[in-house]
């Protein structure tokens, strides 16, 4: 009987309005409760984020400064530059007389222009070395000696140190950074570049006119369709009879460059001559190879086969929203959303954004910054004294491939 009046009361008209109502106010209090925790979460992480990035710029500042001052006592000259390069390119052969070969290093060597002490041939030291165009040695000394020393430099910082024009500082930048890209293999895995989609802030040569610099993106991947599709044709062509037998002459051709392919970068060049095949089929298939994650691109037109496990080919306009989607765990992401979220917030913070066209180049100048053993004092010089030269035209005609290197969290022993 109690059971029951209880149910009575309980049913009571005024009784369930109250309990209603009050189920309703606890329901806002708790969404107000939330909501305000939220906004405060939002702004103490938006405060952070501001605080950091404040401090990273400092510190960057302090360095610049100390390593500068450190560099204009050690390196006052163009002289005293050519003379540290010199010495240190003697090192590991790099700087052999290329008649007999003896090494050409004597010390206060003042010019480029050197006659061989073995067999009196003249040799212009920097001729075929990355260092082959630079008309004075001393800017190129001195930013690889800042970034071996783990500052980050912009072009206008490069300008304003250096006193030269700032496209040649970007040029400049660009071709050192193409350099440590090219032995990103072994420390970085590919993703998506759709991931860096919000750092796309400056405009490229392959910025479509009147469009935002992230249009770049889309514009990749259509130009890669187009082709793949033209590759496919052209056979088509060649084989008018069955389409099929160019695919399967595709095929043959892909594989033929792909034998070729080491994880140590090749050059183009090289590619055409050993795969005895007309320059646009290794073109046409390296199109495809890095479609398919087996090749990568390498700035100065080398090519190496990829570190990661090749994927399915893909293709669509609107793969840069999916691959963003992506960005945490997919197969195009970092695996690591707080990896990725670092470098966007490196480029926040000290270029103020990039262009799409180099997202690689700026990659791997972020692996500089970050691995510091990897990248250690000389380390940088002595890969650049073993690159070759890399043209204006090259680094013009260079565009990031839709999957690019991104350093790996746990960076591998350097060689
Ligand atoms: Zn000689």
Redesign the pocket.
């Known amino acids: 009987m109690e059971v029951k009046r209880y149910r009575l009361t309980s049913m009571n008209p005024i009784n369930l309005g109250r309990e209603i109502l009050y189920k309703i106010l606890n329901f806002l209090t708790r969404a107000y409760v939330l909501f305000l925790g939220k906004r405060g979460d939002g702004m103490e992480r938006a405060a952070s984020s501001k605080e950091r990035k404040k401090a990273a710029v400092a510190e960057n500042k302090a360095l610049l400064k100390h390593f500068w001052d450190e560099f204009v006592e050690l390196y006052p000259t163009e002289e005293a530059c050519r003379e540290g390069l010199y010495s240190r390119a003697a090192d590991d052969g790099s700087l052999n007389?290329r008649?007999?070969?003896?090494s050409?290093w004597q010390e206060g060597v003042s010019d480029r222009n050197v006659r061989?002490r073995?067999?009196?041939?003249r040799?212009w030291i920097t001729a075929g070395t990355f260092f082959e165009d630079a008309r004075s040695i001393r800017p190129w000394f001195a930013a690889i000696w800042l970034l071996e020393r783990g500052v980050v430099l912009s072009s206008s910082q490069l300008h304003e140190l250096l006193d030269i024009a700032q496209s040649s500082a970007h040029n400049m930048l660009l071709k050192i950074s193409a350099v440590m890209a090219s032995y990103m293999l072994d420390h970085s895995t590919l993703v998506s570049s759709a991931l860096f989609l919000e750092s796309f802030r400056k405009r490229s040569r392959e910025t479509p006119a009147r469009m935002h610099p992230t249009v770049e993106e889309d514009e990749a991947h259509r130009t890669s369709n187009e082709s793949c599709s033209q590759n496919t044709d052209q056979n088509c062509d060649s084989e008018p009879f069955s389409s099929k037998t160019g695919a399967a002459d595709l095929q043959e051709q892909e594989k033929t460059v792909c034998d070729l392919l080491s994880g140590a970068p090749t050059h183009f060049d090289d590619l055409c001559q050993r795969a005895l095949l007309r320059t646009g089929d290794v073109s046409s298939s390296l199109v495809m190879l890095e479609l398919y994650g087996i090749a990568t691109r390498l700035p100065g037109d080398f090519y190496a086969l990829s570190r990661t496990e090749p994927n399915s080919g893909h293709a669509g306009g609107s793969i840069s929203r999916k691959a963003r989607a992506d960005s945490g765990d997919g197969e195009h992401g970092t695996g690591n959303p707080q990896a990725h979220n670092d470098f966007v917030e490196f480029i926040d913070c000290f270029l103020k954004g990039i262009s799409r066209k180099y997202v690689q180049n700026y990659l791997a100048s972020y692996w500089c910054h970050l691995d510091r053993s990897c990248w250690r004092p000389g380390a940088l010089l002595d890969a650049c004294n073993q690159f070759h030269a890399i043209s204006r035209r090259e680094m013009l005609a260079y565009v990031s491939p839709l999957m690019v290197k991104f350093p790996a969290a746990h960076a591998q022993e350097c060689s």
């Not at 008649?99 to 003896?102: A, E, I, T």
């Not at 073995?118 to 041939?121: A, D, F, P, V, W």
């Open positions: 007389c008649k007999c070969g003896k050409l061989c073995n067999c009196s041939e040799n």
